[in-house]
């Protein structure tokens, strides 16, 4: 089989079997196009480790960086493994890859006045009653209230929530499905924005889907739009030009901690497989508190 049809059969294995998320299959698949366009379309049999190491050399020289290489060879492992169930191979040539350890970065966080002042900005914008600007504020708010991705927000149905307890049924990676909860001032901005802003874009479209939130047209909100809207709102507040919604759980997340959540609460919010994944937010507190230190004590 050529590795072209490989990577396909590889594709829906992973959206059929593992139930990986459509955005994950899609970087999945990318990084193997990117192998195809390196080594030819050639039999999967045919790809050996020097193979490999060529096409990662090559992204080396283009300026790659290590976390994209990290990646690809991740993805190359994950490939041929599966290649190897399937007796495609009779030897996986990727055991033997060696790929650059991936820089550690800590996330972008916003600090707690600056997501006040932004969220008291956008509260107020709102109050008017524009119809984009009621949403615009509830998503904010519900996004930092619940630490929840993008993809999850803008997969919310009016269903999904309970608006009483204040709660939010949300389907994560892997098909998960996770109770998240969120705060008065979100549940406020939700209630305004599905009595006086909400009714104005499903007028707009013929057949609106059942979405929390919708977009200009009329139908559910894309993640492209949330990104526009955080760039545009939270980049000067954290001083970063693409910034997206990840900041907003990320600075969720950190302030859970830094407020004394238990970690394994904040993973269980945050949808994480794995507690380790959950952990790096410990290492931001940690900077923020010495660098709170280094700047309050006289001894620093």
């Known amino acids: 089989m050529e590795l072209s049809a490989a990577v396909d059969a590889f594709a829906t294995h992973l959206a059929r079997v593992r139930r ?18 390196s080594a030819g379309d050639v039999r999967v049999a045919d790809v050996d480790l020097e193979t490999l190491r060529d096409w990662l050399w090559a992204a080396t020289q283009r300026g790659d960086a290590r976390s994209t290489l990290a990646r690809r060879a991740a993805a190359a492992r994950s490939f041929f493994a599966w290649a190897k169930d399937e007796e495609l191979v009779a030897v996986d040539p990727s055991l033997r890859l060696v790929s650059p350890k991936r820089g550690r970065t800590l996330p972008t966080v916003a600090s707690r006045d600056g997501m006040r002042a932004l969220l008291d900005e956008q509260r107020a914008a709102a109050a008017g ?3 984009e600007a009621l949403r615009d504020h509830a998503i904010l708010e ?4 619940s630490g929840m991705r993008v993809s999850e927000l803008c997969g919310l149905d009016l269903d999904d929530l309970d608006q009483d307890r204040a709660t939010a049924r949300v389907l994560g990676k892997g098909a998960k499905e996770r109770v998240v909860p969120y705060g008065r001032p979100a549940r406020d901005a939700i209630a305004a924005w599905s009595t006086r802003g909400r009714p104005a874009f499903s007028a707009r479209a013929e057949n609106a889907p059942p979405a929390v939130f919708l977009g200009a047209r009329g139908g559910r909100i894309g993640p492209r739009a949330v990104y526009a809207l955080v760039a545009r709102t939270l980049g000067p507040v954290v001083g970063a030009e693409n910034v997206g919604p ?11 901690l830094d407020g004394g959540a238990d970690l394994r609460a904040v993973q269980e919010i945050l949808g994480h497989a794995s507690l380790g994944t959950t952990q790096i937010y410990t290492h931001v507190s940690a900077e923020r508190l010495t660098a709170t230190y280094r700047l309050a004590h006289p001894r620093a």
Do not use: C, F, Q
């Open 20 to 37: 990986l998320s459509p955005a994950t299959v899609r970087a999945y698949r990318a990084d193997l196009k990117d192998l195809i366009a």
């Open 129 to 131: 009653g524009d119809p």
């Open 142 to 145: 519900m996004l930092y209230a």
């Open 246 to 256: 990840h900041a907003l759980r990320h600075s969720a997340a950190t302030h859970l």
